[in-house]
């Protein structure tokens, strides 16, 4: 691009989604390749006070922008009847958002609005419409939410993260992109930074080690069901050897403590961790539920996984992990099944390898060597390629790397 031809100014954008991880997550991955490709673009990240946001967003270096926080019912109730006026006035703080967005960089107002579904977007797809910016959707899982069916209907940029995801922006288009992923994951080497993960951890350098995740909010039933067969799962190995250990990132508010675990045992438990990069070069074997950060990060650093599906909702979870299942990288078991008694039997036995039938290894070598699309480690360029072409600026020859659905 010519000096002539280069724009006179930074890209301003602003970032919606918020409520989980699984929101955050992305959109600060995307932030960050907009800031790596330009340091002077303009991040706003619309928000409410409630959601992780309000924590991650500053941590992480960008501004948060407050929208007040409105759920859609989706039966009839009262809520129903309020929720015109609290649209509204999310909507508006919406509008200020896009404006403070662009006043960041000398502009008007944002040149494009990234949401990711939830409660923040759907009044940022609206306040965005309403002022002629232009939307970009991203879809996480592989069955969309209301959010993003409603922003789908009002732009031409969708983008998805699950091949066969139904969601279409305005003449059938939308792109394959994968997820928005954070470097200190994709680019980690697990086998690398097991030691230095190890004693991050506080765990013995050797041993099998279980990762027991349910994600930001924690999953009851895993963290039951884990504590309760601990005292087996942890057991010495017949043959010698460490002892399997357990780091259980429990949930924030959802910390628990087990008992009766044999002398030595390693269990250690955090409610936590801002370094799953760390947790994740720790681990063996991971116990989680299937959310889409959480299959496309596992995924991408070649972890083996056992997915617990979310039992409730559209059972866009089952669908999440059916790539990396099928690819030989991860089990699937249903939430009713995830008990004290399967604890100390089969999940001991898929750590251990009590039956002999090396199946974690094999797990291991198919996660290593996988080409799942959900664990592709370049989301975050190919959703910012997205971005700038729907804000009007051509992404440079060679760079572009989103593929037409």
């Not at 074997?285 to 889409?292: E, N, P």
């Not at 089990?331 to 090396?358: E, F, I, N, Q, Y």
Request: proline fraction near 7%.
């Amino acid at each position: 691009m010519s000096a002539a031809a280069a724009p006179a100014r930074p890209l301003a954008v602003l970032l919606a989604g918020g409520g989980t991880t699984g929101h955050v997550s992305p959109l600060l991955a995307l932030a960050d390749c907009l800031r790596r490709r330009d340091p002077a673009t303009g991040v706003l990240v619309l928000g409410t006070n409630e959601g992780l946001e309000a924590r991650l967003v500053p941590a992480r270096g960008y501004e948060l922008a407050v929208v007040p926080r409105v759920p859609l019912p989706r039966k009839p109730s009262t809520a129903l009847l309020r929720l015109p006026g609290r649209l509204l006035s999310a909507v508006r703080a919406a509008e200020r958002a896009i404006v403070e967005a662009g006043e960041a960089v000398g502009a008007p107002r944002a040149d494009v609005v990234v949401g990711v579904g939830g409660y923040v977007a759907v009044p940022a797809y609206l306040a965005a419409r309403r002022m002629g910016v232009p939307v970009v959707v991203h879809e996480a899982n592989f069955r969309p939410g209301v959010a993003n069916r409603l922003g789908a209907k009002l732009t031409a940029h969708v983008a998805t993260t699950f091949p066969g995801t139904d969601l279409h922006g305005r003449g059938g288009t939308g792109e394959l992109t994968g997820l928005p992923m954070r470097t200190e994951v994709t680019r980690l080497d697990r086998g690398a930074r097991r030691a230095e993960a190890r004693a991050a951890f506080d765990l013995h350098p050797d041993a099998p080690t279980l990762l027991v995740t349910g994600g930001s909010l924690g999953a009851q039933r895993l963290n039951t069901a884990v504590v309760e067969g601990a005292a087996a799962l942890l057991a010495a190995l017949p043959g010698g050897g460490p002892a399997p250990q357990v780091l259980h990132l429990t949930g924030a508010g959802k910390a628990v403590t087990p008992s009766g675990l044999p002398d030595g045992a390693v269990y250690r438990v955090l409610e936590y961790t801002d370094r799953m990069d760390l947790a994740y070069a720790a681990a063996d074997l991971v116990l989680c539920r299937a959310g889409a950060g959480t299959v496309c990060e596992t995924t991408a650093v070649g972890l083996p996984a056992v997915y617990v599906p979310l039992p409730i909702g559209n059972g866009e979870q089952r669908h999440n992990a059916a790539g990396a299942v099928a690819a030989g990288s991860a089990l699937l078991v249903d939430d009713a099944d995830v008990t004290a008694d399967w604890v100390r039997g089969p999940l001991r036995d898929l750590l251990t390898d009590a039956d002999g039938a090396h199946r974690l290894a094999a797990m291991t070598a198919a996660a290593a060597t996988s080409s799942v699309a959900a664990g592709a480690r370049d989301g975050d360029e190919r959703l910012a390629d997205l971005v700038e072409r729907a804000a009007g600026r051509p992404t440079p020859a060679g760079r572009g790397s989103g593929e037409a659905r």
